[in-house]
């Protein structure tokens, strides 16, 4: 069984790289992704991309969320990631699609209200691709609450030559024993 999957795996990268060679990309819209339609605006450059990620998450006490509009900014694989700190001092990656981000926090999101404001970015791109490295800082309840929480959003984008898309978003907050440092606090 284990080296039939291996096969199975190594004939399904043959079968990607050979369509690859033959000018056949797979495309991002191809999936299901291409049931939600995106604002060009939220999808034209990288700032309207970031900056449709932090809007679609932020809302008062109440206020649904449009999560068809979440889908649309993320390729169909794209995923999401926090860093999680546990409680015998070490760190678990939870890695969920958008939906599971969805499962875990909408309904937090909705009932307490929450605000996330990017602070600074650095942002390195090579052709089709773009890293955004983003300091935030998060708000419950009203964008003029106290801040609860800082950190970084690592977000990594992919251009099809149409539209950017959003491949992955891992985050982690800062604590009393990482602290962000000054050249993340800096707007560029």
């Given at each position: 069984m284990h080296v039939m999957t291996r096969f199975s795996a190594a004939a399904?990268?043959?079968?990607?790289?050979?369509?690859?060679?033959?000018g056949e990309p797979a495309s991002p819209a191809a999936a299901p992704?291409?049931?939600?339609?995106?604002?060009?605006?939220?999808?034209?450059?990288?700032?309207?991309i970031v900056a449709a990620l932090y809007d679609v998450i932020s809302g008062p006490p109440g206020q649904a969320r449009d999560w068809n509009r979440?889908?649309?900014?993320?390729?169909?694989?794209g995923r999401m990631?926090?860093?999680s700190?546990?409680?015998?001092?070490?760190?678990?990656?939870?890695v969920m699609p958008v939906d599971g981000y969805i499962a875990r926090s909408g309904k937090v999101l909705v009932e307490?209200?929450?605000f996330e404001t990017e602070l600074a970015r650095t942002t390195e791109t090579f052709g089709q691709l773009?890293?955004?490295?983003?300091?935030?800082?998060a708000r419950r309840g009203s964008p003029d609450a106290a801040p609860f929480?800082?950190?970084?959003?690592?977000?990594?984008?992919?251009?099809?030559?149409?539209?950017?898309?959003?491949?992955?978003?891992?985050?982690?907050?800062?604590?009393d024993k990482l602290r962000l440092p000054e050249r993340y606090l800096q707007k560029r």
């Open positions: 399904v990268l043959a079968v990607v790289s050979l369509s690859a060679l033959a992704a291409a049931l939600y339609t995106a604002r060009a605006a939220d999808v034209a450059t990288v700032d309207g979440m889908h649309s900014l993320f390729m169909p694989e990631m926090v860093v700190p546990q409680k015998d001092g070490s760190f678990k990656p939870v307490h209200g929450f773009a890293h955004v490295f983003s300091t935030y800082e929480a800082r950190g970084i959003n690592s977000i990594q984008l992919v251009n099809d030559g149409q539209r950017w898309w959003i491949a992955s978003v891992a985050w982690r907050s800062e604590d």
